[in-house]
Nanobody
Framework: QVQLVESGGGLVQPGGSLRLSCAAS????????MDWYRQAPGNQRELVAT???????NYADSVKGRFTISRDNAKNTVYLEMTSLKPEDTAVYYC???????????WGQGTQVTVSS
């Protein structure tokens, strides 16, 4: 089993910044991709950003230029640096990882991000 522990969520004013972290532990075999998803009330869960083991990244159009995903493979940790936050960024943010060995994937418990004045 793999456990994902997220941190860094909270309340921030519009235009502010937050940094989310997600640390994976347990039976880990070369995490291929690490992602951040988010889900706002009444909406489906959506992919925010992805980073591969080699560092290739991809972002949702709504966050391009404002969010940056990064990872530390030695620590099995993924980060999401969020800047110029907008009220529409308010959601529960979930960490997700995929391991090619066994084609296994895991989800974090979610961390709330609220952007409001």
């Amino acid at each position: 089993q793999v456990q994902l522990v997220e941190s860094g969520g909270g309340l921030v004013q519009p235009g502010g910044s937050l940094r989310l972290s997600c640390a994976a532990s347990g039976r880990i075999f070369s995490i291929e991709t690490m992602d951040w998803y988010r889900q706002a009330p009444g909406n489906q869960r959506e992919l925010v950003a992805t980073i591969t083991r080699l560092g290739s990244t991809n972002y949702a159009d709504s966050v391009k230029g404002r969010f940056t995903i990064s990872r530390d493979n030695a620590k099995n940790t993924v980060y999401l640096e969020m800047t110029s936050l907008k009220p529409e960024d308010t959601a529960v943010y979930y960490c997700h990882v995929f391991m090619r060995v066994g084609a296994l994937d895991y989800w974090g418990q979610g961390t709330q991000v609220t952007v409001s004045s």
